[in-house]
């Protein structure tokens, strides 16, 4: 499995890393620290998911998103972010994200996490809920 | 003294707070509202004073201060700092009607009634954030709001054996910027265990 | 409860409301029953959200359940909240009130929400009132601010034509030569006396008589330079038919019998005033700076005595104090 991390902050890329590798010992990561690098890297390196903040310099997750889902509908984002607007998070399912995590990564939203990467149906849970 | 991994770990714990303390106070007040951290500076209790804040390069002359207290297992002071002038900006922001300058009668009843409850929120949500983090219940005390900050130089407020987290901060609203201070004032123990999570969260990672 | 804190938390004149942990109703104060017209009876052991409505709302509901949850503090501001209790029958939508909720806690658990409401709405009113009066008063002020800058700048123009009068003139030209005198250029000074002015008053009349002089005034400007070229070219009336006009780019001295016999031309050209045509001419004396005089009182002086020298010697015709040699 490929997984790519956007987020400006060392620390969080890492550590989101760190927490993947606990369950996907094999997994592999790409890096991104702004959204025109993560954008690039998708089209690029085509991984299998994207997990990315959304504040952060330059355009900015949102953007990025909106990006990527325009030219590829099968792409799969999930949102880690701080921001818990709930008109954010329904913008963001509409969108097409397959999921939508606040920040910081625990055990409990961890496990959410994990859910989707193991493409389970709950995945959408709180997506649909928002868009709801 | 923090390594350049721990800052870094400590810089993103702060972003993901003030984060969710302003998604928090964009949706409370419908208005768009970002809160940064720019700069983040660790001192010791003793060498912060009223005087020192007063300076101009803070931009706090004449002050509001906001401040809540919590413990038991994670202990310490939470202080959000504005400039009087620049608050009455702030106050309005949040109803909508965004001045451009300050105004120089000060700051009327209610614009300091919605200084107070969005500086209530904020630090409820910081302080909170922390909590989650450390997964500690945390008591609070009533919350506080004083028009100097004198108060400061009290011990009560910033023991001089603390570790005080610095926060130079910003509201960026649609067309003007408020600066402010925020102080994160930990107890000597709870620093240690706010770092010792940070460790914990270092390890196996190499940044 | 003991009877007597009971007793003191009716005294506050604050509305005090105290639930459990599930937000049913376990203390309902006077004032209370004075904000909501709900009695005590009505109140207590009933869920918060059904007695007051705004705390069904799941803005409230979620503060509620934060404080209870958390043990954080929160305050709620008029401002932004308006009122959370309002009579029943009427629904007063000028009440403004604020309200703080804080936990209780027994044995490290929150066993309580202590929420007190403060009806504000005479402060607001107040407050309201205040603000208002301070703009009529601010409103005001601007107003004699701007009657007392129209009253400097009367002091500064000649009322009937515009132009600067005498004194702001000699200011004016002050700084001027100070200018030039660093900038080590010359300046020339033109003087001009129109020929027949009274006769016009007296054929016309004054009305008639201060038209001319407006676009006197006009023609002079319209073929000086100024507003935003520098330096500019100054132009004042200084007496009842008197004007001055100081030119500050000379390159030569030719420059200045070409400008001030433009000048004569364009004062001879007809004036139509009031289906009238009339027709003036100009006496021009012109002085040099810093040839001629190098102050203000001086210059103004020279030119005048030479503008005298051509109304001697038949008018219509510009005279320079030191005829300069070709």
Not at chain 1, 33 to 50: F, T
Not at chain 1, 52 to 70: C, E, N, W
Not at chain 1, 85 to 102: C, D, P, T, Y
Request: negative net charge; glycine residues 6%; contains cysteine.
């Amino acid at each position: 499995m490929r997984v790519l991390i956007v987020d400006d902050s060392a620390f969080a890329r890492q550590y989101t890393k760190k927490f993947i590798m606990e369950r996907y010992p094999d997994a592999e990561f790409l890096f991104a620290a702004n959204g025109e690098q993560g954008h690039e890297m998708y089209l690029v390196e085509k991984p299998d998911y994207i997990i990315t903040d959304l504040l952060m310099p330059g355009i900015g997750g949102q953007a990025m998103v909106d990006m990527i889902r325009l030219v590829d509908k099968g792409s799969k984002i999930i949102v880690l972010s701080s921001d818990i607007q709930r008109s954010l998070k329904e913008e963001m399912a509409q969108l097409g994200v397959l999921e939508f995590i606040n920040k910081p990564l625990n055990d409990e939203n961890g496990r959410v996490l994990i859910n989707v990467l193991e493409g389970k149906s709950n995945a959408h849970s709180d997506a649909k809920r928002c868009a709801g | 003294m923090l390594t350049p991994m721990q800052k870094d770990a400590l810089a993103e714990i702060l972003n993901v707070n003030m984060g969710v303390s302003a998604s928090l106070l964009s949706e409370m007040v419908n208005q768009k509202i970002i809160l940064s951290v720019p700069v983040v500076e660790l001192k010791q209790g003793s060498e912060l004073n009223a005087a020192s804040l007063k300076r101009g390069d803070l931009g706090v002359d004449k002050s509001i201060m906001t401040l809540v207290t919590f413990g038991k297992k994670f202990k310490g002071n939470a202080l959000i700092i504005l400039p009087q002038d620049k608050a009455s900006i702030l106050a309005n922001a949040c109803l909508g009607n965004e001045l451009t300058y300050g105004l120089e009668e000060g700051l009327s009843n209610e614009d300091a009634d919605v200084i107070k409850e969005i500086c209530n929120v904020i630090l409820n949500a910081i302080v909170g954030e922390f909590g989650n983090l450390l997964d500690v219940r945390l008591e609070y005390s009533a919350f506080e709001m004083d028009f100097s900050i004198d108060s400061l130089d009290e011990k009560r407020i910033i023991p001089p054996d603390s570790q005080v987290l610095v926060l130079y901060t910003s509201f960026f609203l649609t067309m003007s910027q408020v600066r402010g201070v925020i102080l994160i004032v930990l107890s000597a123990s709870s620093f240690d265990m706010l770092i010792k999570k940070i460790d914990d969260m270092l390890r196996g990672i190499d940044v | 409860m003991f009877e007597w804190m009971q007793q003191a938390l009716e005294k506050t004149g604050i509305g005090i409301i105290i639930t459990d942990a599930s937000q049913n109703i376990v203390f309902w104060n006077d004032e209370m029953e004075k904000l909501s017209h709900v009695s005590k009876e009505e109140a207590l052991n009933r869920m918060l959200s059904d007695v007051c409505p705004k705390f069904a709302e799941s803005r409230y509901r979620g503060i509620m359940e934060n404080a209870i949850a958390t043990g954080q503090s929160r305050f709620c501001s008029s401002v932004l909240h308006k009122a959370f209790v309002l009579p029943k029958q009427t629904g007063e939508e000028d009440i403004r009130q604020n309200m703080k909720v804080e936990p209780i806690l027994l044995n490290d658990k929150v066993a309580f929400a202590f929420l007190q409401i403060s009806d504000i709405t005479e402060q607001v009113r107040n407050e309201r009132r205040l603000k208002e009066y301070v703009n009529e008063l601010k409103k005001g002020y601007k107003k004699i601010k701007e009657s007392e800058e129209a009253a400097m700048k009367m002091a500064r123009y000649d009322a009937l034509t515009g132009i600067l009068n005498r004194r702001a003139f000699e200011n004016e030209l002050e700084s001027a030569m100070e200018e030039r005198k660093k900038a080590g250029k010359k300046f020339v000074l033109l003087f001009l006396d129109l020929d027949g002015f009274k006769d016009v008053n007296d054929t016309y009349g004054h009305i008639v008589g201060d038209v001319m002089l407006q676009q006197v005034a006009g023609r002079l400007r319209s073929n000086t330079r100024h507003e935003g070229r520098r330096p500019r070219d100054i132009v004042a009336r200084i007496g009842g038919d008197e004007f001055v006009v100081a030119l500050m780019e000379m390159r030569m001295d030719g420059d200045a019998i070409i400008v001030a016999n433009k000048i004569v031309n364009i004062i001879r050209k007809t004036f139509f005033i009031d289906n009238n045509r009339i027709n003036i001419s100009a006496s021009v004396g012109i002085a040099v700076y810093p040839d001629d005089a190098d102050s203000v009182k001086a210059l103004i002086d020279a030119a005048d005595q030479a503008m005298y020298r051509i109304k001697q010697s038949g008018k219509n015709d510009i005279s320079f104090y030191n005829p300069p040699n070709f």
